[in-house]
């Protein structure tokens, strides 16, 4: 019972850092993106870049302002990567299918229905909730976490000091970038 509860803590332990594996990559541009600021505050923004230098530039949707953040007052930030239309076909595909079988079995039974087509009624059912689950599944948007690297931004093997002049459509930084 001891190695049980031993194999369950290990187990535990583990996922929480497996949590933590997506980071956000510099000058790369997220179309939608949602960021969590550290005091319990959210923004829903578009067109969201981090620059090299630390600083996040975005387009914030409800003052429809661009803006600059520094990477410390950020908690989190997370990045739609499509919607939900495939899992919820699938799953509706599958409730069909099953909904269908139990269909016929009633229907068997009833000795009006001996000329009754069963597989065009299976893929019928199955085929119809599969297209309702993917019309619902695709008005859920799916977002992934991604995290910012601040072991990345602020670590280096010696002391180093380089001006840096970051240039993007969108987001003009200078910055000093020392590593220790």
Request: cysteine-free.
């Amino acid at each position: 019972m001891k190695r049980l509860y031993i194999i369950i803590l290990l187990i535990l332990t583990g996922l929480g850092g497996y949590g933590q594996q997506k980071f956000l990559k510099t000058n790369t541009i997220y179309k939608k993106s949602k960021i969590f600021l550290k005091p319990n505050k959210t923004i829903k923004a578009k067109n969201l870049i981090m620059s090299k230098d630390s600083f996040i530039g975005f387009h914030n949707k409800s003052t429809n302002k661009k803006e600059i953040l520094p990477v410390e007052d950020i908690k989190m930030v997370s990045v739609k990567k499509g919607s939900h239309f495939f899992s919820y076909s699938i799953g509706g595909a599958v409730a069909g299918f099953g909904l269908a079988l139990i269909a016929t079995e009633t229907l068997k039974s009833n000795p009006l229905r001996e000329d009754f087509n069963y597989n065009a009624y299976i893929g019928g059912f199955t085929l119809t909730f599969a297209v309702i689950g993917g019309i619902i599944g695709s008005l859920y948007p799916k977002w992934e976490s991604m995290f910012i690297d601040h072991l990345k931004l602020y670590s280096g093997n010696n002391l180093q000091i380089n001006p840096q002049i970051d240039i993007h459509k969108d987001l003009k930084t200078i910055g000093l970038k020392i590593n220790f």
